[in-house]
């Protein structure tokens, strides 16, 4: 598949401005919280851990939205489940981690922006609106709607992006004002609750026994996924002088297993990234300190027989 892809070229295979984005990004967070910081009335630096946190975030998103990955989301339905469970999911978790306290205060304490947030963080609020979104994207009309145009694909991606950030907030939130599930219990609840309600949308998509999507399985349609992220001229080229003819030329599976797998995929890193957290959060509520045994007092009284 590999040398398949190389046909494409260095441009829908690596993205380079997709890349400098990234870069800049992370340039950014250097300069606003390194020798910036002061200007903002705040000596102290980012903790290396929130730091590995942030750069290991960007890595991520690049792997998924400016590698090869990238491209082969457009091919295969199980590279972008594969896309969607890092971005939507992993991606935002590390950014929750990485980006200090104060820059989020100074960002979402607004007051206009602090009351939206109130809203969009209250648990049921915010875990219906991700699992809701997620799902309604992968209706088939919608889903080959969102691969046939770049304003719609790119704004639906950022809408997904912007519910995968809520949906942590009210169990992992920098910021005590939308952390509004504080007991271990009631964090099980809701991340058992998301593992529930993403649950449909990879149902129908594992257990149907047609081809859903016409961006995999039509030819006209596809070239116009492709279109996302190949130059024009590129895949004008390829189509005229390699005649291709769909996702089959680049894949052993068919249409229909490809979208199975893809089904599987999802549903088992989005398992194994709850269930870490449900880890997590056992251990923090059963920590070591709160199994200890009340020591017995220095001495023991007796009962006086006398």
């Not at 690049?62 to 339905?77: E, F, M, N, R």
């Not at 799902?135 to 704004?155: A, E, G, N, R, W």
């Not at 991606?157 to 952390?179: C, N, Q, R």
């Not at 999507?213 to 279109?227: E, M």
């Amino acid at each position: 598949m590999w040398l398949n892809l190389q046909l494409f070229g260095f441009r829908a295979l690596w993205s380079p401005y997709f890349f400098l984005f990234v870069i800049s990004l992370g340039v950014i967070y250097f300069l606003i919280t390194g020798p910036l910081r002061y200007k903002f009335g705040v000596e102290e630096k980012p903790t290396i851990k929130q730091q590995c946190f942030f750069y290991l975030g960007l890595v991520l998103l690049y792997i998924v939205k400016g590698s090869p990955i990238d491209l082969l989301t457009h091919i295969t339905l199980t590279a972008h489940m594969i896309q969607m469970a890092i971005y939507l999911i992993v991606f935002p978790i590390l950014m929750i981690k990485g980006i200090p306290v104060w820059i989020w205060e100074k960002v979402l304490l607004k007051p206009v922006i602090k009351q939206i947030m109130k809203l969009l963080t209250f648990p049921l609020v915010s875990i219906i609106l991700f699992n809701g979104l997620f799902s309604m994207y992968h209706l088939p009309f919608i889903f080959d709607l969102t691969k046939s145009s770049p304003v719609f694909h790119t704004s639906f991606h950022l809408v997904l992006l912007i519910a995968g950030f809520l949906v942590w907030f009210p169990i992992m939130s920098p910021l005590k004002e939308f952390a509004q599930i504080t007991h271990p219990l009631g964090k099980i609840f809701y991340i058992f609750g998301n593992s529930v309600l993403i649950t449909p949308a990879c149902v129908l998509i594992i257990f149907s026994d047609v081809p859903l999507f016409a961006a995999y399985s039509s030819n006209g349609a596809w070239i116009q996924a492709l279109a996302l992220c190949v130059p024009g001229d590129v895949l004008s080229s390829l189509a005229s002088s390699f005649q291709i003819t769909g996702p089959e030329m680049f894949s052993s599976m068919s249409t229909l297993e490809d979208q199975q797998l893809g089904g599987i995929i999802m549903k088992i890193m989005q398992e194994i990234i709850y269930g870490s957290i449900l880890a997590k959060v056992f251990y923090s509520w059963f920590s070591p300190e709160t199994l200890k045994i009340d020591p017995l007092p220095a001495t023991v009284p007796t009962n006086d027989v006398n």
